[in-house]
């Protein structure tokens, strides 16, 4: 799939304008160059210069029924012909049934949803639904996490994109989550990790002080920053120590919700029922921006007779929730959870494990689902990153090398720090994605060379 035939001239226009006019997220303006994309389909994009890319990374891990899947356009044109907008204050007919929709896959005893533009605008509501109902500020994050870029999701996350916007609201004390193959615990085992990051987690908890704590947001599956799957009985303990501590529990699911590892919501697969689950990205793959938070009855009920102070004028936008009720009807017939499932473990898990075990730059493979990281080292025996950590400009430099032959086989990667994560839409054929891990493999090569 690609344009009939080149258009270079399109292809100037695009860039001309680009570069003139628009000021990029996360960018030194001056120093980058954005592929101008022409279309996509399913899990391709183009460009106009002739080549097209296997999506491996989902756009931003939000495009998971792929590029233009009919069922969502369409729904978006017929909301447009219907009714393009109406604010939230009013009820809407779109904006309830997706609720309806939402509710009945979340967990037991949650029935209210709150919707918001994205992902960090739900963690913000999220931490304020929280705050309100215990009358505690404080609260506690991981580090290696990301809730996102406005105000307070930012401080909340525990990576280095955080650190431009520092000093910020004191309020938000991090810690350390599990991570086996790089313990701040030094544990032995993945056992020994979960019982060791929860002693250290009440040990924050009580240094800190319970009584100052309103909630404890953490990633189900941590994305960005490495899919850290969470180890058994992890998440059940962090359960208990909010409860214990009378503690609000969020739990993010932007990135890993509505089928990321082959779950409605991942705390499902990881036998835990957080308070408030927050979800954005795939609800609707991003078509129309949506993101929310869905509340447990206990803490919805908190809001009966007391307002609550948030609003977005966009909330539960009819365009953006027509397609998301079109995301439930194409993961019901066209089975896309189990599809998942199986590709996860059929094809995806066994071919990275067989190049785990040839390529010596690979020092650990990890993920479920649709959603894995191949983590690479110089060496295996001490861990060193293949480029250190945050690293940036010539110290990146092999792993630029490595997303460089990948895009030049036809692939556009997910790649950070000193890790490939593998993500692609969930909709891409078992043909693209044995497709997409030959390149991988084959880049590798690149990355052992660096090693
Ligand atoms: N939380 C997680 C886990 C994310 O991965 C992201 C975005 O990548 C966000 C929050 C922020 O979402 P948004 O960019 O829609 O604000």
């Not at 960018?27 to 994309?37: E, T, W």
């Not at 919805?300 to 102070?309: I, M, N």
């Amino acid at each position: 799939m690609t344009l009939t035939s080149p258009d270079l001239a399109a292809d100037a226009q695009v860039r001309a304008n680009d570069r003139a006019h628009v000021f990029h997220s996360w960018s030194a303006q001056a120093l980058i160059d954005p592929l101008p994309v022409a279309g996509g389909e399913g899990a391709t994009f183009w460009d106009y210069a002739g080549n097209s890319y296997l999506d491996f990374s989902s756009q931003l891990v939000n495009l998971n029924l792929g590029h233009q899947h009919p069922d969502l356009v369409e729904a978006i044109q017929r909301q447009a012909g219907d009714l393009a907008t109406i604010q939230p204050a009013m009820a809407n007919g779109t904006r309830g049934e997706l609720a309806r929709l939402i509710a009945e896959v979340a967990p037991e005893g949650f029935s209210k949803v709150f919707f918001t533009n994205g992902g960090a605008d739900a963690n913000e509501n999220a931490v304020r639904m929280a705050r309100l109902v215990t009358g505690k500020r404080k609260v506690l994050a991981m580090y290696r996490s990301y809730h996102g870029n406005t105000s307070t999701a930012i401080t909340l996350t525990g990576d280095p994109r955080r650190w431009a916007n520092e000093p910020a609201d004191a309020s938000v004390v991090h810690f350390f989550g599990p991570y086996a193959y790089r313990s701040a615990f030094h544990s032995a085992s993945e056992e020994e990790e979960t019982a060791r990051a929860l002693e250290h987690l009440e040990q924050t908890i009580i240094l800190e002080g319970a009584s100052t704590i309103g909630a404890i947001i953490l990633e189900t599956v941590v994305g960005t920053n490495g899919v850290l799957v969470p180890p058994p009985g992890y998440l059940p303990g962090v359960r208990a120590l909010c409860d214990k501590y009378g503690i609000v529990y969020i739990a993010d699911e932007v990135m890993v919700g509505f089928g990321r590892i082959g779950e409605w919501f991942a705390v499902d697969a990881f036998d835990v029922t957080p308070d408030l689950i927050t979800f954005a990205k795939g609800v609707n793959s991003g078509y129309v921006p949506l993101g929310g938070v869905v509340i447990s009855d206990a803490i919805a009920s908190h809001f009966d007779t007391v307002t609550f102070p948030g609003g977005l004028t966009y909330s539960g936008h009819p365009l953006a929730c027509a397609p998301g009720i079109a995301t439930f009807e194409v993961f019901r017939r066209d089975g896309i959870l189990e599809r998942v499932r199986d590709l996860g473990e059929r094809v995806v898990e066994p071919r990275l494990r067989e190049m785990a075990e040839k390529h010596p730059s690979i020092g650990e493979i990890r993920g479920r689902g649709l959603f894995w990281a191949i983590e690479l080292v110089r060496d295996r025996e001490t861990r060193e990153p293949l480029v250190p950590f945050n690293a940036a400009g010539p110290a990146a430099a092999p792993m630029a090398a490595f997303a460089a032959a990948c895009k030049k086989a036809g692939l556009w990667p997910f790649t950070h720090f000193n890790r490939v994560h593998v993500a692609p839409p969930l909709v891409i054929s078992e043909e693209d994605l044995v497709r997409g891990l030959d390149i991988i493999d084959a880049a590798l090569s690149v990355a052992d060379e660096a090693a």
